[in-house]
């Protein structure tokens, strides 16, 4: 019987908990109120019903704090087999927890590095791995001379942003200075728990241009490989918006082993050597080029979406590879499609009150699964970030494209009984597919 320490968990890795308490190991969970707000409280109570104990503290970046706590229960050195977190905001900190209690961790330094997305493409550059140019700013002007030398259009966003925090993609010297004149506000209204994460350095990018994927990469025992690439939902108005995604990706066999070649080329030159690593890809002319590597799992949908497609569960390889197992040998073998889209409010909006109080179950026939949180009479704010979203659709068949078409069909058919316009897909991800007239097959 080994002992894993989580700190934190995402609604959906709650899995890994699980799937480590049937193996029959100890399961330590480490939790802070700070992050309450991205996991639900019914996921919440599960991790903690399923955990040997639960350990609260008000913070849990502070590795000192982390280790007395596990002290006062007679977890010390030597004690614990492996630490994770399947929670982007917390993964430097199992990083690090592990290092001191000599545990399996994902190597600190190179978390580090991947988190620090200045830091990322220094290394991409040293190590010859294609990148996008990029330099890091502290001020307003620093940053329109970075985009003079850069070109226009560009990215700007926090070093070691998440959830879409204060990106924007400008294409002029105005549209800079839009950014830092509200970047502002939107740091006094962030949650706590992101608002700690960030600094005043903004990385100034390269705009890459084409369609964006996403790449899970397994690391362990020395072995790195990609286990599935998907196809990416950006939003058509705001291309910053993430808005779910599509498996498999759709790309034709040999880009799609040419992309999972490229993020392992990421991940090793990071040295990202244990755990699952989310990077996300853009398709350029010029060939495929990173926008960030997340030194964790894939948040969001995407696992289940994963497990519909392939019947192997992330979250389970997660545990097996922290617990020592090589990474698998191979990319997960996909037997079905799925997509699924986030539904957020394109401007701030008020669901109507005259709606039935189960209003989305009339949708459900015509999906696999989905939520919604989006009660009548609810007040939605317009999609900033992943933190917006209200609901999620998703259907499951044979064929991604289909799969993709009927999912916006529904995303289409939700926004017109709400009233109110949700944040579109941009039209190359089903959408435009979806208003074209069927091709025959349904
Ligand atoms: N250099 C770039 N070129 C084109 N698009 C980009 C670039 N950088 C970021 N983006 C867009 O902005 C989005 C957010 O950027 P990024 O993924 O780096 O930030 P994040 O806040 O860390 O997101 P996450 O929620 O995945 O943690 C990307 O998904 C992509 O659509
Ligand atoms: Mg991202």
């Known amino acids: 019987m080994a002992h894993l320490v989580f700190i934190e968990t995402t609604a959906l890795g709650v899995q890994s908990i699980a799937y480590a308490k049937r193996l029959g190991h100890e399961v330590t969970l480490l939790r802070s109120p700070l992050y309450d707000f991205i996991t639900p409280p019914a996921e919440r109570a599960r991790a903690e019903v399923l955990a040997d104990r639960t350990l609260h503290s008000a913070d849990l970046q502070e590795v ?9 229960h007679g977890i010390g050195v030597g004690d614990v087999d492996a630490v994770l977190s399947t929670l982007s905001l917390c993964v430097l900190s199992a990083s690090r927890l592990a290092e001191r209690l000599g545990a399996h961790g994902t190597p600190y330094e190179a978390a580090a590095a991947a988190r620090d997305k200045g830091r990322c493409r220094e290394i991409l550059r040293e190590t010859g791995v294609p990148s996008l140019g990029f330099a890091v700013v502290t001020t307003p002007q620093q940053a329109l001379a970075a985009a003079a030398d850069i070109g ?65 990469v397994a690391a362990g025992s020395e072995r790195f490989t990609p286990l599935v690439a998907v196809g990416r939902k950006m939003g058509r108005d705001n291309p910053v918006l ?19 070649r490229y993020a392992v080329r990421v991940c090793e030159a990071l040295g990202l050597t244990l755990g699952i690593f989310h990077v996300e890809v853009m398709q350029t002319v010029l060939g495929f080029r990173l ?62 009150r005259d709606l ?79 208003a074209a007239p069927a091709r025959g097959d349904g």
């Open 242 to 260: 993430e808005l779910g995604c599509t498996v498999p990706s759709g790309l034709p066999a040999d880009e799609e082993a040419e992309l999972g």
């Open 291 to 352: 926008v960030e590597v997340n030194p964790r799992i894939s948040g969001g949908s995407l696992p289940d979406s994963v497990r519909m497609a392939t019947d192997h569960n992330v979250f389970e390889i997660l545990v097996d590879l922290f617990l020592g197992a090589p990474a698998p040998a191979r990319p997960l073998p996909w037997h079905r499609a799925a997509s699924h889209t986030f539904l957020a409010a394109a401007r701030d909006s008020v669901v109507p």
């Open 64 to 72: 000192g704090l982390l280790t007395g706590l596990l002290g006062e």
């Open 356 to 434: 039935p109080a189960d209003w989305f179950e009339e949708f459900r026939p015509r999906l696999h699964s989905g939520w919604n949180r989006a009660e009548p009479g609810a007040r939605l704010r317009s999609m900033k970030g992943n933190f917006d979203t209200f609901g999620m659709i998703r259907v499951v068949g044979d064929d991604a494209d289909r799969a993709a078409r009927e999912v916006a069909a529904v995303r289409r058919d939700i926004e017109e009984r709400l009233g109110f316009a949700l944040t579109a897909v941009a039209e190359s991800r089903g959408e435009q597919a979806a």
């Open 152 to 216: 226009y259009p560009v990215v700007i966003k926090p070093v070691s942003g998440v959830g879409k925090a204060v990106t924007s993609i400008v294409k002029d010297p105005d549209g800079l200075r839009a950014h830092f004149a509200s970047s502002a506000e939107e740091l006094r209204t962030m949650q706590p728990g992101i608002a700690a994460e960030l600094d005043e350095r903004y990385i100034v990018e390269e705009l890459a241009v084409g369609e964006l994927y996403s790449v899970e």
